[in-house]
């Protein structure tokens, strides 16, 4: 059972930082190292507002991922945008966004583990463990989270802009879609994305300015088994990372320490066997 | 003159791909740009619908070989040369690219809608779409599919049928017979005769001269960048040497 709620909790937020993550990647080819920093500085944004200044916990988390967006957007106009046809560039500038945010949250809120309150106290008991009603709060606004998303990317006028502009970014110029500005609001989805991921789990997490590397690792695999650039495969793939994860935690002694090592043997054996990955496309020339 | 190109010069690094070309076609006309592979045809209607450009912008910032691009570019009384090519699209200049390139994770329906991205009145659209359907009745049938596995004829009314959702006055197609069974490229020539019965401009790239020149009253000839000849089909096949040399029959 423990096994079952971990893995759904676990599996949906990597799914929320998976798709995000896909997302910028397959409109802007930019590889967001610091997606999931954005993540954790969403999280002390909700600790500083709630737990030091006092406010209402709900409204911290709105503020925080409203902050980490323009956050995200802020780093894209100055930092990613002058740079964004070198890949590598981007990656390596990303990389020092993390690590920045890394250092400041270190600064202001020191190495210390911090948490915050349950939103709603209690649990329930279904043969013989227990299951917070947070836990089923944060499962319940994800899936809600997940189908917004997918409504945005399936149904709507930018959700085809954005899908058009991944698949093939000249083409989609051709139709009329401004293909820098799609970048950009695409970033905001991203790290909004990121933001709400941050807000979901915090109550359920313990804050650390190093919290952003586990859920990296494990967020790459899942895009990597996914299929790069596939959205499908990211909400599939990382269901089933999430499932291995809390088998493993749970299932072998220590396990716990094993998460990293298995997302990475993961990662390894699907580059190896199948790169494209579960869903993914294998990338066209461009022209 | 509906389109009007006037000394256009397209150079990558030192490499002329154009070569101070001009040329014009007027409102109804279906015209056609022939040449040998690697003429530059494709760079031309790259660098009137604004593509060339955008690419210059892009490998202006991976510091990627530089782009240059000289020349006027006039396209229903304004000039073009300087607008980016989301914006030529909403003026009525369309292009449906080399290699068809449909959108291949998407449905058929999702495609067409793609080309229609500018169009915000949901009633013209759907006028549109039904004449897309009229057009090719297969889209129809498969509206629903996803485009990836469609057939190389199928994929290729499709990229027609999305370029046609764009509310053209100019439609450029780029090659649309290259790859296909003799009969399909039968269909397809029909269908953009159609096309321009409808009153669409069209401006035709292809090899295949033979059909092209019974459906074309203007022909321009292109080879190495540079407009060598120009007129009618019977004009341009009287021509030994163009024939010969650069129409290869
Ligand atoms: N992106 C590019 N960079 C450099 N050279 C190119 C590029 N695209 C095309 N060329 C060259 O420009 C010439 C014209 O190409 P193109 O316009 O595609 O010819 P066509 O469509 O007539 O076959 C060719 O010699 C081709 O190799
Ligand atoms: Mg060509």
């Known amino acids: 059972m423990n096994i079952i709620i971990t893995g759904l909790i676990t599996g949906s937020m990597l799914a929320l930082l998976a798709i995000g993550f896909s997302l910028i990647f397959g409109v802007a080819r930019i590889v967001n190292i610091a997606h999931t920093a954005f993540y954790m500085v969403a999280g002390y944004i909700i600790y500083y507002l ?62 210390d583990y911090l948490s915050v309150y349950f939103l709603i106290k209690g649990y329930f008991i279904i043969g013989g463990n227990k299951v917070f009603y947070q836990q089923l709060l944060t499962f319940g606004v994800v899936l809600v989270i997940l189908l917004v998303i997918w409504f945005l990317l399936m149904k709507t006028r930018l959700g085809l ?87 493993v935690t749970f299932l072998i002694p220590a396990g716990a320490f094993l998460k990293g090592p298995v997302a990475l043997s993961i990662m390894i054996l699907v580059l190896l066997i199948r790169p494209e990955g579960l869903f993914g496309i294998a990338f066209e020339e461009e022209r | 003159m509906l389109l009007e190109i006037d000394h256009l010069n397209v150079r990558y690094e030192k490499a002329v791909l154009i070569n101070d070309l001009s040329m014009g076609v007027d409102t109804g006309e279906l015209v056609s740009l022939v040449g040998p592979n690697g003429a530059g045809k494709s760079t031309s209607l790259r660098a009137i619908t604004g593509l060339v450009a955008w690419e210059r912008e892009i490998k202006r910032r991976s510091t990627a070989g530089e782009i240059h691009i000289e020349g ?104 649309p017979s290259t790859g296909l069974a003799p009969k399909t490229r039968a269909e397809v020539f029909e269908k953009i005769l159609q096309i321009n019965r409808l009153g669409i401009t069209i401006l035709l790239v292809e090899q ?42």
């Open chain 1, 50 to 111: 709630s737990i030091r200044l006092g406010l209402n916990v709900i409204l911290s988390m709105l503020i925080a991922v409203v902050a980490v967006t323009l956050l995200g957007l802020l780093a894209y106009k100055f930092l990613i945008d002058p740079i964004r046809e070198h890949e590598l560039a981007v990656m390596i500038a990303t990389i020092a966004l993390a690590l920045i945010f890394q250092e400041v949250t270190l600064q202001i809120f020191t190495g």
């Open chain 1, 161 to 247: 802009a954005i899908r058009s502009t991944a698949e093939d970014r000249e083409v989609a110029n051709l139709m009329g879609m401004n293909e820098s500005r799609l970048a950009m609001i695409t970033l905001g989805i991203s790290v909004a994305l990121a933001g709400v991921t941050g807000a979901v789990i915090v109550p359920l997490a313990v804050l650390s300015p190093y919290m952003w590397t586990e859920p990296l690792i494990l967020m790459m695999a899942v895009v990597v088994l996914g299929g790069l650039g596939s959205i499908k495969g990211s909400f599939v793939a990382a269901y089933i990372l999430g499932f291995t994860e809390a088998l």
């Open chain 2, 72 to 175: 006027k570019v006039t396209f229903d009384g304004q000039r073009i040369d300087h607008v980016p090519a989301h914006e030529i699209v909403r003026m009525g200049l369309v292009l449906c690219p080399e290699r068809r390139r449909p959108f291949r994770e998407m449905t058929v329906l999702e495609n067409l809608m793609a080309g229609a991205y500018l169009q915000k009145d949901k009633k013209k659209n759907q006028d549109t779409l039904s004449k897309v359907y009229d057009l090719f009745p297969v889209l129809k049938e498969r509206s629903k599919q996803i485009s990836g596995t469609l057939s190389g004829g199928e994929q290729q009314m499709l990229a027609i049928g999305r370029a046609f959702m764009s509310d053209p006055k100019l439609l450029c197609i780029d090659e």
């Open chain 2, 208 to 249: 295949e001269v033979s059909t092209v020149f019974k459906m074309t009253k203007r022909n321009y000839v292109l080879s190495s960048g540079k407009i060598i000849a120009q007129g009618t089909g019977e004009e341009l096949m009287e021509d030994e040497i163009i024939r010969k040399t650069y129409l290869g029959l």
